[in-house]
């Protein structure tokens, strides 16, 4: 149930994300919604690493959420950087 609403709070990452970091994306709002999902899994899992717990499991933490975005704006960078040079 726990990747469920990793997936769920990882949509709202990825808005989150595209209101922080605006910008014309070549992939639009489906490809920042899969950022905020990659983002999401990756800020939960290093940020469980980092303040303890169950970093699959669990509930949805303050910290996760913000390890989220900030995931999800790496990878939203990196994504633009790598459709520019293509």
Excluded: E, H
Excluded at 7 to 16: D, I, K, R, S, T
Excluded at 36 to 51: D, I, P
């Amino acid at each position: 149930m726990s990747w469920l609403w990793m997936f769920l709070v990882g949509l709202v990452v990825g808005l989150v994300a595209k209101f922080l970091m605006p910008g014309k994306d070549p992939g639009g709002f489906i490809i920042t919604a899969l950022l905020g999902v990659a983002g999401m899994f990756v800020g939960g899992f290093l940020s469980g690493l980092v303040f303890g717990g169950n970093p699959v499991g669990g509930q949805i933490q303050p910290s996760g959420f913000i390890g989220g975005v900030i995931g999800a704006l790496i990878l939203l960078a990196v994504y633009r950087m790598v459709q520019r040079r293509a």
